[in-house]
């Protein structure tokens, strides 16, 4: 079945140290490859999203992922986070067998809290 | 671009009543649109595919005849939540095919 799956629910790290959010997916065909982030009582914003290309990719607020196709992984991460990091990440996963096909409802993996202290 | 506008962001309504939330694409046209529901803590799961002109595609699980869905025209995409009951409160989210963007989404309040 197709599934996404992170591997953290719950993050708990300092100002300043390293993040990198786990995310491995089971399907098959072409992928497309998303990170939004949810901040506090505010809805889902993209972070950034991968469908072809350069396998790293560079998103919003200094985070960047990296789609590694032999590990069927997309992995989160952010050299050094700030407070205003704290939030809930989800990623999400839409594919297609092949190039005539659509593209396949979003599924999203069943997210991550991230908190940051002082 | 590709901005995806949702209304109303909050409601409360009494046990029985009905709710519409309407989802509409501000700057491109979309033939499908997307509902998803968020319970707290818990990650999105799409409920509905709204397809412009026809019916709806509902996902397993959830009762087509208690959400339902009109997408009348090629920028909006309504869902009501008819007879809704406490169970029903959550966090109801739009999107629209090709955006990747969300709605900001409806906190339903059922009391």
Known sequence: AQSVSQHNHHVILSEAASLELGCNYSYGGTVNLFWYVQYPGQHLQLLLKYFSGDPLVKGIKGFEAEFIKSKFSF???????????????????????????????????????????? | GAVVSQHPSWVICKSGTSVKIECRSLDFQATTMFWYRQFPKQSLMLMATSNEGSKATYEQGVEKDKFLINHASLTLSTLTVTSAHPEDSSFYICSARGSHTFGSGTRLTVV
């Open chain 1, 75 to 118: 992995n989160l991460r952010k050299p050094s986070v700030q407070w205003s990091d704290t939030a809930e990440y989800f990623c999400a996963v839409n594919a297609r067998r092949m190039t005539t096909d659509s593209w396949g409802k979003l599924q999203f993996g069943a997210g991550t809290q991230v908190v940051v202290t002082p």
